[in-house]
RNA sequence: GCGGGCGUGGCGGAAUUGGCAGACGCGCUGGUUUUAGGUACCAGUUCUUCGGAGUGUGGGUUCGAGUCCCUCCGCCCGCACCA
């Protein structure tokens, strides 16, 4: 593709011109109103794709708009540099993770500053510096003093392939691990946890007010699962001084207990097996304690699944409701970590005790009056109550009222909110992450590291291989220290931190990264919090952003982000996926399509125009054979525009006649059209309307009549304004060669339409006869209902096809439309 | 199964408030310039029996529906024993 002016030479002279120039460094002190755009950390993974280019794009195009809309705009960049794939490829090839990390940044770096993409580069922030890691580690031990971080013995998931724990985030939902594949098995071992239970009810309740798409919000409140219930004791018939505690939602239905059933983990487990059936008890217990997560909850709509999987305990409990003894069962349905890892089984009324009573040949008692069309087993919703003595007649909502003071006089029974969400398990037994800064000491047990010994690094001269223990815990000088408050023999915590640690408060940091002696001033970064606009992928729906949300609220809580809000993203945008003739793109796939060669061809400024008008935003985009024609077509755009600032063989005169004045007229509806569209995220439509404009001023410029110099030079200037944050080197270019020495394209003001230009004289009205159009007509703009209708009657079409009758009803919408009724 | 979203030309998509469906681009067709190819420029491009018809299907509300309501079909995403 032959091209008017020289792609690599221009792109290349702006990026090295933004960098000396600094025109994107931002002071804390800066007087303007301040905006934050914030693309998320990117985890260091070589060269750029597509998926990257399309964030930066998008990132760059806010932060250069929203400088020349006079805002001081705080544009950060840094890496996301601990993980477990540097990690692996550190041992693959006998290297270390710092050098293959600090490699692929480098790579990154060079990759998007060639897009174009500009950031106070002052302000990098990344995992892997000592610098941070010594922060990250302050507010671990800030976390623990408060009672924010604590360890303790769980059931994990543990990834064989990974050889770690993951967090419950990182089980994908057939209990696979989300990064390697494998099947995630259950370990007991000793943790750490950071205390997010404390913050479920906030971190729901705050999503109201967030401008993020519905559907993140969405998926987080599924996550975090709050639900209101009772929690009450179901006594042993054979031992009054003990009780089963449940806990459930629908109070209302305990009529319609006809049993209940224990976790495989529940702790009254054996006072509740007969001898006669701990054989089968044990059986099942040893198989469910055993079974992943994947074989414990597949299989779920399948009843002949079920009966394997629960066995009577050989008990009765008491239910309170109606004083009738109950069966006791041992299933794995029923979840050890949730609730009080007991229920109160109603088959009438849901649908998973519904489909264990068929296969266990226990009774079902409707507690609800179904609808008379009803057809299915289990019936949850809405109806008036039966065989529920002092409840019959209720509808479900006072019929739980009743039952909740029923249960608290008769059963112990206490309103409870129970949250899905679980405790953040931080532990990772991994060598690339963040030391947790502990002591074991055999005399004072759990010692946080002194400040002041902060950062804990890891030394550089580890064997990593995949034994299941972090590869610290075989470096005896590494892990025997001595013990910081007795001095004694003690043993060094060898886990590293789960990089989610990493990018829950990164931001913070970008936004005074100079304080030498904290994580960040809070008085500094309250200037520029919350990040005005957050940016990146559907992905980090859950993990990172609940993460994130969390950090911040417990960091102002223990005093260390004072004048914070407790929210860190005001709105975020979640863009689309970049696919490949329909499939995913992944780099273990290796079908990522790199951008350099783009940067060849039609430039930096051809590829981000690309990604700016191939679709909305937040749709994916199909990679396919036409693509490559349709980037060719945005390189084209910008040939054109270039050409059109090149002409100085327009045909100018000096008055102003109808024309120009059209022109000027759309030059002005496109500035209001563009800063609009862009408001909103619809730079799809923002860039159409720049081609349109394009197409208005050569075609007018080039005609007979010719151009109005002024009127030409302020539509130019105009079009070259608005593509600025779009195509910046091409903008800087275009405008340095018709201003020479004046300061650039990016630093001016955004353009602002003329009021006296968007007023029109006289539009086109549309006048049809019982909805089809008939007629259009050039009427006065302030053309009244009446005159509209007189005018839409007088028109010969119309009265031709009338015919003399007379209308049964006129419908006016002056100025755009009549229509007549016949 | 539950929750959310989406179905518009050959293709990506536009139509922000119920009021000219198909902006803009790709592709395609024809033309001009050029020694030729390419480039650039110009014109055309939903279908049509030229009456009209037309936004996945069938219905409804309305003077008027791509847009609002209901039914069905198809696709995509999330959750999936959380009591």
Not at 42 to 58: D, E, M, V, W
Not at 134 to 153: H, N, V
Not at 310 to 330: C, E, K, L, M, R
Request: hydrophobic share 40%.
């Amino acid at each position: 593709m032959a091209r008017p002016f020289d792609v690599k030479s221009i792109e290349a002279k702006w990026q090295a011109r933004w960098l000396e120039d600094g025109t994107y460094e931002v002071d804390n002190d800066d007087p303007r109103e301040r905006f934050y755009v914030l693309c998320m950390y990117p985890y260091p993974s070589g060269t750029a794709h597509q998926g990257h280019i399309r964030n930066y794009t998008f990132g760059d195009l806010m932060v250069r708009y929203q400088t020349m809309r006079g805002k001081a705009v705080l544009s950060p960049f840094g890496f996301d540099s601990f993980g477990l794939p540097a990690e692996n490829a550190a041992i693959k090839a006998g290297s270390h993770p710092r050098l293959f990390t600090e490699a692929r940044m480098k790579e990154l770096k060079s990759s998007i500053r060639r897009l174009g993409a500009v950031y106070d580069w002052r302000r990098e922030v990344y995992s892997h510096d000592p610098q941070y890691m010594r922060w990250a580690q302050t507010i671990f031990l800030a976390f623990l003093k408060s009672g924010l971080a604590y360890r303790a013995e769980a059931p994990v998931n543990w990834c064989p392939g990974c050889a770690t724990v993951l967090a419950n985030e990182q089980v994908l939902a057939d209990g696979t691990c989300e990064r390697s594949g494998d099947l995630v098995e259950r370990k007991n071992l000793e943790q750490w946890f950071f205390k997010i239970t404390d913050y479920a009810d906030e971190l729901l309740s705050d999503l109201d007010r967030l401008e993020w798409p519905e559907r993140v919000k969405t998926m987080q409140r599924n996550w975090i699962g709050r639900s209101e219930g009772v929690e009450f004791d179901l006594r042993f018939e054979h031992d009054s001084t003990q009780a089963l505690r449940v806990f459930t939602t629908r109070p209302d239905t305990g009529f319609g207990v006809t049993y209940a059933v224990v976790a495989p983990e529940h702790p009254l487990l054996g006072a509740l097996t007969t001898e006669e059936q701990r054989e089968q008890v044990t059986a099942l217990v040893e198989r469910a304690v055993s079974a992943s997560e994947l074989e414990r909850t597949t299989s779920s709509d399948a009843g002949a699944g079920l009966e394997k999987r629960g066995a009577f305990t050989g008990s009765y409990v008491i239910n309170p409701f109606n004083d009738q003894a109950v069966p006791v069962y041992v299933a794995d349905y029923v979840l050890g970590t949730y609730g009080t890892g007991a229920i109160m089984a109603v088959p009438a009324e849901d649908e998973r005790d519904y489909a264990f009573a068929m296969v266990h040949g226990l009774s079902v008692v409707r507690t609800t009056q179904p609808p008379a069309d009803f057809a299915g087993g289990a019936y949850s919703g809405e109806g008036e109550h039966i065989n529920s003595g002092f409840m019959d007649g209720m509808d479900v909502v006072s019929a739980k009222r009743a039952a909740t003071d029923f249960l608290a006089h008769q059963a112990n029974g206490v309103a409870k909110v129970n949250f899905r969400l679980r405790d953040w398990l931080v532990s990772r037994q991994r060598f690339w992450g963040c030391p947790i800064p502990i002591v074991y000491c055999e005399r004072c047990g759990i010692v946080p590291v002194p400040e002041d010994q902060l950062p804990v690094l890891a030394p550089d001269d580890v064997t990593m291989d995949q034994t299941g223990q972090s590869p610290l815990a075989t470096h005896q000088e590494f892990l025997n220290t001595t013990c910081p408050n007795c001095g004694g023999p003690a043993r060094r915590e060898t886990d590293t931190m789960d990089t989610f640690t990493d990018s829950s408060w990164y931001f913070l940091r970008y936004a005074d990264p100079f304080t030498p002696d904290k994580a960040f001033e809070p008085s500094e970064v309250a200037q520029w919090m919350p990040v005005d606009q957050y940016i990146g992928g559907i992905e980090h729906a859950i993990l990172h952003l609940l993460y994130a949300r969390f950090y911040l609220k417990a960091l102002v809580d223990i005093g260390l982000a004072d004048g914070l809000p407790r929210e860190p993203f005001h709105r975020l945008f979640t863009q689309g996926m970049i696919r490949l003739e329909g499939s995913k793109m992944s780099k273990s796939k290796g079908n990522l399509i790199a951008p350099e060669k783009y940067y060849e061809t039609v430039g930096a400024d051809g590829l981000r125009l690309f990604h700016l008008f191939v679709g909305p935003p937040a749709d994916d985009v199909d990679w396919t054979a036409q693509t490559e024609e349709v980037i060719e077509g945005c390189g084209r755009f910008l040939d054109r525009v270039f050409r059109l600032c090149q002409r100085d063989e327009v045909n100018v005169h000096d008055g102003l006649d109808a024309g120009d004045i059209a022109v000027r007229q759309a030059v002005h509806r496109t500035i209001v059209k563009v800063t609009d569209d862009i408001d909103r995220w619809s730079f799809n439509t923002a860039v159409a309307a720049l081609m349109e404009l394009l197409n208005t001023i050569s075609k007018w410029s080039r005609s007979g009549h010719g151009a109005n110099r002024a009127v030409f030079d302020e539509s130019v200037d105009v079009l070259v304004k608005l593509l600025a944050p779009m195509a910046p080197h091409i903008a800087a270019e275009v405008w340095e060669e018709r201003y020479p020495g004046q300061p650039s394209v990016h630093l001016e003001d955004w353009p602002v339409a003329d009021p006296e230009m968007l007023r029109q004289e006289h539009v086109t009205m549309i006048v049809q006869i019982n909805g089809k159009i008939r007629a259009r007509l050039e009427v006065p703009a302030d053309i009244t209902m009446k005159d509209a209708t007189l005018e839409a009657l007088e028109h010969a079409a119309i009265s031709a096809e009338l015919k003399g009758v007379t209308p049964a009803r006129v419908i006016s919408r002056p100025p755009r439309l009549v229509n007549i009724i016949i």
